[in-house]
Structure formats: C-alpha cells, structure tokens
C-alpha cells in the first residue's frame, strides 16, 4: 500500500521579464515548500497557470526540476487541456519521467456536457496513454471549468480504469458534494483544494491536499492536511484572499515574503495585482501570520 498522499504544493509559476518561466525561481519555491513540510510539489495546476504553460516548457521545466535534485516521486503534474490527444501528451511526458500523479481536469471549452460525454473524454485520454497510464487524480473544480465531475460520474471511473484512476481533487468549495464523495469513493485518494474545509475533510477520510496556500504556509496547511488540526486563521485568510483573483494574490504575497518583485509577473489573459488591494491583502496576511511568528 502506498503511503498516505499528505500535503503537496500547488506550485506557483514566475516568469521573468520577457514572459519566459524563471527556471531558477520556480526551483527554489519547490524545494522551499519540500523542506517546510510538503510532500510533493504540483507543478502546472491552477495557481501554476498550468493551462498557459505548453508543451516544451513543460518540458523544460520538468527536466530543471528532476537536474536540480529534486525526486520524480515529489512531483505531481497538472494537465488542464481540451484536446485528449494533448493531455494524453502531456501525462505520457511526465510519467516518463516518473512522477507521482497526474493530475487531470476535464475538458472545460464546451459547457453543459454529460456525464456518458465526459466518460468518454476520460476514456479516450487513457487509451491514447496505453500501458503508461497509471496514478492519475481526477480534478473537479468547477468553479474554473465550469464541467462538474458528479461522484456517480466518478464511481464509473474508477470501475473502468481501477488500474488508472487513483484519487480525485476536489475544489468545489461545496462541502456537501466532499461529504459525499468522500462516503462513497473514501477508499480513493481524496484531496480537498478549500482550505477552509481541508482539516474536517482529512478527519473524515481525506487523504491530503494540493494546496495553492501551501506556497505561503506550507506548515500551517500540513497540520492541517496530515493531522485534520483546524487552523482558523488560515481559513478566514482564505475567505479574505477569494474576494481578488486568487492566482495574481497568491504570487503579490509570495512577492512580498521573498522581497522579490519578480513573483508579481503573471502570464495573460490574467494580470498583475495592484497595489492597493496588495498592501490590503498583505497587511490581513500579516496580522494573522507575520504578527504572530514576531
């Protein structure tokens, strides 16, 4: 049996002044999170900007990442595209290279689909993938997709692809459907993206989270996703950090702790904090934390 999942960090991506990915940066928050308590780093998810990031950069990338010492094992790879030909290439890469997981969203241009037409999506992803395919985490988060994954929707999944289908990240924010999925899919490796609901998820069964809060409290959020220790003041952070566009706050703060302006940079369509709702942000982010540790 494999050791429980824990904590993995939803690894943001820098990019340099001419929108190119800053290999040197993204590795030190990779190994700044690993040895602060996380398990794993995700890399390419959603506060990685993952669905904007291609195919050589991925690449290059993860070849950094492997060069710099750190262990496919520790690694989990986010694919977030339409096409099942260019998701299966993206997981073939990466489980060549011997990551953790895949982690992998549905496709999310067309609204309104079923539950038989994403079934069949999935389905095609893991024959393109063949005998490689193995350890991959479906990803709900609806609010980003807009295509729910119902858990009848994961039942059948996991019965087709027993072999292929290891867990599923949630990120509906919707407590109801975790209580349920984690009722009735509790043997899967359930991960819980709301920090708010992350300690009761894991006290109930969760196995972890990959968590976008873990690049800034990567200790704070391990309590919580290994022990299910309830941190309110992580919580009412989180509950502050959703009123901004939650990808360009999370790299602002990042900014502020590092003194390193360069964490500001985000790829379009998405764009820049400013610096007012920065220094609003920040100054809640540091009553809570930076108060407290002083």
């Given at each position: 049996?494999?050791?429980?999942?824990?904590?993995?960090?939803?690894?943001?991506?820098?990019?340099?002044?001419?929108?190119?990915?800053a290999i040197e940066r993204v590795i030190d928050q990779a190994k700044h999170c690993l040895s602060n308590g996380c398990n794993s780093v995700t890399l390419f998810g959603t506060t990685g900007e993952g669905a904007s990031i291609g195919m050589s950069e991925r690449q290059q990338v993860l070849a950094a990442m492997l060069h710099a010492g750190i262990a496919p094992t520790q690694i989990v790879v986010g694919v977030l595209v339409d096409a099942a030909e260019d998701a299966a290439a993206q997981a073939r890469h990466a489980l060549s290279q011997g990551v953790r997981n895949i982690l992998l969203a549905p496709p999310s241009y067309f609204k309104n689909v079923s539950d038989d037409g994403l079934f069949k999506w999935f389905a095609a992803v893991f024959t393109m993938l063949g005998a490689p395919a193995r350890d991959v985490i479906v990803y709900n988060i609806p609010?980003?997709?807009m295509v729910p994954l119902?858990?009848?929707?994961?039942?059948?999944?996991r019965t087709a692809f027993s072999d292929i289908v290891v867990g599923?990240?949630?990120?509906?924010?919707?407590?109801?459907?975790t209580e349920e999925l984690l009722k009735t899919h509790g043997d899967l490796v359930i991960l819980i993206g709301d920090e708010r609901d992350l300690a009761h998820g894991v006290r109930l069964g969760s196995q972890g989270a990959i968590s976008g809060m873990a690049n800034l409290l990567p200790r704070e959020v391990q309590a919580m996703?290994?022990?299910?220790?309830?941190?309110?003041?992580?919580a009412r952070f989180v509950g502050q950090l959703?009123?901004?566009?939650?990808i360009p706050s999370i790299k602002a703060i990042l900014s502020r702790l590092t003194e390193d302006e360069g964490w500001l940079a985000v790829?379009?369509?998405?764009?820049?904090?400013n610096k007012d709702d920065l220094d609003t942000l920040f100054a809640a982010f540091s009553t809570l934390f930076r108060a407290k540790a002083a």
């Open positions: 049996m494999k050791e429980k999942f824990g904590l993995s960090a939803a690894l943001a991506t820098p990019f340099d002044v001419g929108d190119e990915i609010s980003v997709t119902s858990v009848s929707l994961i039942g059948r999944l599923v990240k949630d990120s509906s924010g919707d407590w109801s459907y996703a290994e022990n299910g220790i309830e941190n309110v003041d992580v959703l009123n901004y566009p939650v790829r379009p369509p998405l764009v820049p904090m």
